[in-house]
T-cell receptor, first 109, second 117 residues
Framework: AQRVTQPEKLLSVFKGAPVELKCNYS??????LFWYVQYSRQRLQLLLR??SRESIKGFTADLNKGETSFHLKKPFAQEEDSAMYYC???????????FGAGTRLAVHP | DTGVSQDPRHKITKRGQNVTFRCDPI?????LYWYRQTLGQGPEFLTY????????KSRLLSDRFSAERPKGSFSTLEIQRTEQGDSAMYLC???????????????FGQGTRLTVV
């Protein structure tokens, strides 16, 4: 079965603390994974994708096929990082995405 | 804002009524998707169009749901005989197929929030 699991509904940290948002997936083929972010009152937008291997806004994510994970990390959280974060798995040749339930990141001053 | 636009942003309807939502994708995007998001969940895929052809429909899309993209540009999603369980955020997204196996990211609209009372 194709599935994305984000075990934490809420992650609450203080500014400057490290952040790790967990994502595990189940997929029989070669996975393509994404992190989407939704800031308050804004639309869902792509944060990063694993094939790009890039750092966006200080966030990185590494695909671990052995552990079937794609955790999102940032060494020093900022208040403006507070948002809803969704991990997504591409399940077709086009953008058919399977999303996790999301994790709300709250960064406190 | 030149992104994906959806109309209306909010819709309240009585159970049993029909509703129709509209999505205008980014102008050069040939792929269009509909998703549904309920409270506390991530978006769930409903259907996908490439140009005017509807190429995939999720099992979530019951017979009461129909989507069209008649000229390969805007799309409509109609729900007939609405039920309270249809209350959700309906999201539209679009992307551009660059070539064989290559696709831009999906850009999402702000969604239409449906409340069935």
């Amino acid at each position: 079965a194709q599935r994305v699991t984000q075990p934490e509904k809420l992650l609450s940290v203080f500014k400057g603390a490290p952040v790790e948002l967990k994502c595990n997936y189940s997929y029989s083929g070669s996975p393509e994974l994404f992190w989407y972010v939704q800031y308050s009152r804004q639309r869902l937008q792509l944060l990063l994708r694993h094939i790009s291997r890039e750092s966006i806004k200080g966030f990185t994510a590494d695909l671990n096929k052995g552990e079937t994970s794609f955790h999102l990390k940032k060494p020093f959280a900022q208040e403006e990082d507070s948002a809803m974060y969704y991990c997504a798995l591409k399940a077709g040749g086009y953008n058919k995405l399977i999303f996790g339930a999301g994790t709300r990141l709250a960064v406190h001053p | 804002d030149t992104g994906v636009s959806q109309d209306p942003r909010h819709k309240i309807t009585k159970r049993g009524q029909n509703v129709t939502f509209r999505c205008d994708p980014i102008s050069e995007h040939n792929r269009l998707y509909w998703y549904r998001q309920t409270l506390g969940q991530g978006p769930e895929f409903l259907t996908y169009f490439q140009n005017e052809a509807q190429l995939e429909k999720s099992r979530l899309l019951s017979d009461r749901f129909s989507a069209e993209r008649p000229k390969g540009s805007f799309s409509t999603l109609e729900i007939q005989r609405t039920e309270q369980g249809d209350s959700a955020m309906y999201l539209c997204a679009s992307s551009f197929r660059v070539g064989q196996g290559t696709n831009t990211e999906a850009f999402f609209g702000q969604g239409t929030r449906l409340t069935v009372v």
